[in-house]
């Protein structure tokens, strides 16, 4: 069992920046695939960004690619996902997930948090 609590977000003005950081409960969170998804209102929830275990592989949405940085630290359970030249269709709630396996879809993973508010004004 894995519990993932996220922080972070917020309202910030378009090019602007932050860092979401999810926080992971348990002994093996090394062993997991890591993933941050986002939803907006009326839409799917999709892929945003994901860091393989050890070595670390990243992956990243063509939407996304070039702004944003996912890292994870293992000695603190923690995932990070560094957002920079924001724009207002970033504008989301941004979940982190954990999964045994990497994939960029959202059936494929098993844990999720509650979400974080990202806002981006014009």
């Known amino acids: 069992q894995v519990q993932l609590v996220e922080s972070g977000g917020g309202l910030v003005q378009a090019g602007g920046s932050l860092r979401l950081s999810c926080a992971a409960s348990?002994?093996?969170?090394?062993?997991?695939?890591m993933a941050w998804f986002r939803q907006a209102p009326g839409k799917e929830r999709e892929f945003v960004a994901a860091?393989?275990?050890?070595?670390?592989?990243?992956y990243y949405a063509d939407s996304v690619k070039g702004r944003f940085t996912i890292s994870r630290d293992n000695t603190k359970n923690t995932v990070y996902l560094q957002m920079n030249s924001l724009k207002p269709e970033d504008t989301a709630v941004y979940y982190c997930?954990?999964?045994?396996?990497?994939?960029?879809?959202?059936?494929?993973?098993?844990?999720w948090g509650q979400g974080t508010q990202v806002t981006v004004s014009s």
């Open positions: 997930a954990a999964a045994q396996i990497y994939s960029r879809s959202y059936y494929g993973y098993d844990y």
């Open positions: 348990g002994r093996t969170f090394s062993s997991y695939a």
């Open positions: 860091v393989r275990r050890s070595p670390g592989s990243t």
